[in-house]
């Protein structure tokens, strides 16, 4: 499970209970088929959570099952032990696959955090190369990327080979619902309000596809690269100054 440390309101789970309204409509799918398939859920409850979500598609509330789900799944989860930072060993080892979340709160990617945030990153992939010495590859994956305060924290090599995920093969993932959600789990409102502006003015499926505002993007280098830049990056050193606006749980990395 990927997504320990993080917080959400009702609110977030409200805006994809709106969406799967629009999916519904313009899919021509069941509800209960777009919660699962187009929905970040399958990320934010368990078993448990999907009969709850069920029974109150057909008699309830879903977005407040699904809320009450997460809560029940949050408290059973641990923390990060690399701050915002953590990590999946993938490919048999031989592959890292990073995460990121703000567990700061606002701020966590302006200039005077950049610093702590390298500290985590590099304690992140060091632990990482001590779980899996074998690994070479670093993998990446989020909305993140588009953030210069994010991008700080890389080394130009790795950002250079970044590429845009087609959104349709994302809507199922917390790397794309992420950047609408603020370090205190509220709705980061210029781009929720962009969104929902684009969903109600959509007339087919792939109008609603095209209304994140943000696309993810995936980014595949060199974990010893990445870690050697980190350790000698100053705090002064990055792309840009641009902190986190709207910053919020990342759910990629």
């Known amino acids: 499970m990927t997504t320990r440390g993080l917080h959400f309101t009702r609110a977030f789970f409200e805006l ?17 088929t777009a919660w699962l398939d187009w929905t970040s859920m399958s990320a934010l409850v ?5 009969h709850a979500i069920d029974s109150a598609v057909h008699n309830g509330d879903p977005a407040q099952a699904a809320y009450r789900s997460w809560l029940a799944l949050r408290a059973a989860l641990g923390t990060s032990q690399h701050g915002c930072f953590w990590y999946e060993v993938e490919d048999e080892g031989q592959q890292i696959r990073l995460h990121f979340a703000n567990r ?9 955090r950049r610093a702590v945030r390298r500290a985590e990153l590099a304690s992140a992939l ?5 779980v ?29 080979g970044a590429s845009e995920a087609d959104s349709r ?23 929720t309000e962009q969104f929902v502006r684009a969903c109600e003015q959509a007339t087919q499926v792939d109008d609603l596809v095209a209304a994140f505002p943000l696309a993810k993007l995936d980014v595949v280098g060199s974990v010893d690269d990445v870690l050697d830049w ?15 606006e709207g910053l919020g749980l990342g759910g990629g990395g």
């Not at 994809?16 to 209960?32: K, M, N, P, S, Y």
């Open 169 to 191: 093969g994302e809507v199922g993932q917390l790397a794309l619902w992420g950047q609408f959600v603020r370090g205190d789990g509220g709705l980061y409102l210029p781009r």
């Open 132 to 160: 899996a010495p074998q690994a070479e590859r670093l993998r990446g994956g989020s909305w993140l990327y588009h953030l210069a305060g994010y991008r700080a924290l890389f080394p130009p090599n790795f950002l250079a």
């Open 126 to 130: 060091a632990d990482a190369w001590r």
């Open 16 to 32: 994809q209970a709106f969406w799967v309204g629009r999916v519904v409509e313009l899919a021509h799918i069941d509800r209960l």
């Open 230 to 244: 980190v350790k000698l990056a100053s705090p002064g050193q990055g792309v840009g100054d641009g902190g986190g």
């Open 104 to 112: 700061e709160g606002p701020g966590a990617l302006e200039p005077g």
């Open 46 to 50: 368990d078993s448990d959570g999907w």
